[in-house]
């Protein structure tokens, strides 16, 4: 699409309507970049959520509403400020039209800079209708497809699930031998609710790329491997290296390593048996905690204990402490007081999973005399109750965000549902009432 052609559209839309569809379209991209980022808030639950998922959708509407005048607004976003966010938007006008001018526009940005904006792509797959998303899986899941629109399909079907899975166009093993180690990777994501799951993705633990060992690992265990230890050895293997990588890599190579390294961090905390002793002092401190957090066994407390005393994780592992112990170590006396700002340049300070700078300073001293003895080591624990399938639910109706993250994990690899919480949360509400329901039937 060109320039010309931009101007010539906008020069049929009245002057007066013009300004509203852009505005749709930033604050479009507001409202998703508000979704992807809550995550692991420690403050926002479902409720505000579903507030942001009510304005997207709105947004999204109007979008649609306002037809081939919606897309030379997002398209000059998307080049101007390349981001995920406008990716999405961009993505979700073009995908939901007829106009194959669109859809190349778009791919033709997001094929220049695949590691800022495919992200945005896959989300956008997950709002269109049902329909519409099975017939893009498809049409992007062909041999003649390029590998970014398969991996943008094989991602977006790994995050919706059945409803597209089964439109995929080539068989699963077809496309974990791809020569590109993005699809393969991305292929693993899926294979992980095949029928065949455990059987095409052993091989893939010995495969030369480390994201796809890493995804085939996570994987197995989503499909129930058997042999669990093999798959965690492999994951911890992938952790350790890229740790390494984290370390070296700079600008947004940097922001997508330490993300890749959180995720599977977060997953070998969910696969790992509790009581598990890891060693786990090669890590940076804050994949420690994240690593703490998920896993849940209270026998790591005192690790966790030590790294408050560490000034640029101490919030975070505080957080930690409390999301295991279920005391809020403000209201029991265990922070320490707030100390005004230094104002001046220092070591980047990790304030909690969801970057809050509100969250209490712990006291170590006073936290490591607080009675925890309630708790059994050797078993997991969220918001300070052995984990299971209710008070998972539960959690996922009434927590913060990154509360919810890890009962979501944990329903994930314990019973196989999938919850994300960063979804719609309209549909994530509806999805909790059922499984509740089916739990009481029980």
Not at 87 to 98: H, K, T
Not at 126 to 144: F, G, I, M, N
Not at 372 to 378: I, K
Request: charged share 20%; net charge negative.
């Amino acid at each position: 699409m060109t320039d010309g052609h931009i101007r010539v559209m906008k020069q049929s839309l009245p002057a007066f309507v013009e300004p509203l569809v852009r505005r749709y379209v930033e604050d479009a991209a507001f409202y998703w970049a508000q979704h992807d980022t809550s995550a692991q808030s420690t403050h926002a639950g479902l409720a505000a959520l579903t507030r942001f998922s009510h304005l997207l959708r709105a947004h999204l509407e109007a979008l649609g509403g306002a037809g081939a005048h919606a897309w030379p607004h997002c398209y000059e976003a998307l080049v101007r400020w390349k981001k995920p966010a406008e990716a999405f938007v961009s993505a979700w006008v073009a995908l939901s039209s007829d106009e194959p001018a669109q859809v190349e526009a778009l791919m033709k940005n997001v094929r220049a800079r695949p590691q800022e904006l495919l992200r945005g792509v896959i989300s956008a797959f997950a709002w269109l209708p049902p329909a519409a998303a099975r017939e893009r899986v498809a049409q992007w899941t062909k041999p003649e497809s390029d590998n970014v629109e398969q991996v943008a399909a094989l991602r977006a079907a790994a995050v919706i699930g059945a409803e597209v899975n089964d439109a995929i166009a080539q068989p699963l093993a077809v496309l974990l031998a791809s020569t590109d180690e993005h699809v393969r990777a991305a292929a693993c994501r899926v294979a992980a609710h095949a029928d065949d799951a455990i059987a095409i993705l052993e091989p893939m633990l010995a495969d030369p790329a480390l994201a796809v060992r890493a995804e085939a690992a996570i994987a197995l265990a989503l499909a129930g491997s058997v042999d669990h230890g093999h798959g965690v050895a492999v994951l911890w293997d992938c952790v350790a290296s890229q740790s390494s990588i984290t370390q070296t890599a700079t600008g947004w190579f940097a922001k997508k390593a330490h993300r890749r390294l959180a995720r599977w961090v977060r997953h070998l905390a969910l696969m790992d048996l509790p009581g598990t002793a890891r060693a786990l002092d090669e890590l940076p401190p804050e994949s420690r905690l994240t690593y703490f957090a998920w896993h849940g066994d209270p026998g790591l407390l005192s690790d966790v204990v030590e790294l408050m005393r560490h000034p640029e994780v101490d919030r975070y592992a505080g957080w930690v402490w409390q999301t295991i112990t279920g005391v809020d170590i403000a209201v029991a006396g265990l922070a320490e007081p707030e100390q005004p700002p230094e104002g001046k340049a220092g070591t980047p300070v990790v304030t909690g999973p969801g970057g809050e700078a509100s969250l209490a300073v712990p006291d170590a001293d006073a936290i490591a005399r607080y009675p925890v003895d309630w708790l059994e080591p050797g078993r997991r624990y969220l918001a300070g109750q052995p984990r299971n399938r209710k008070h998972a639910l539960a959690l996922l109706m009434d927590a913060p965000q990154a509360v919810r993250s890890i009962a979501a994990g944990h329903l994930r690899v314990s019973d196989g549902e999938r919850i994300s919480v960063r979804s719609c949360g309209i549909t994530q509400r509806l999805s909790i009432l059922r499984h509740a329901d089916d739990e009481g039937a029980q």
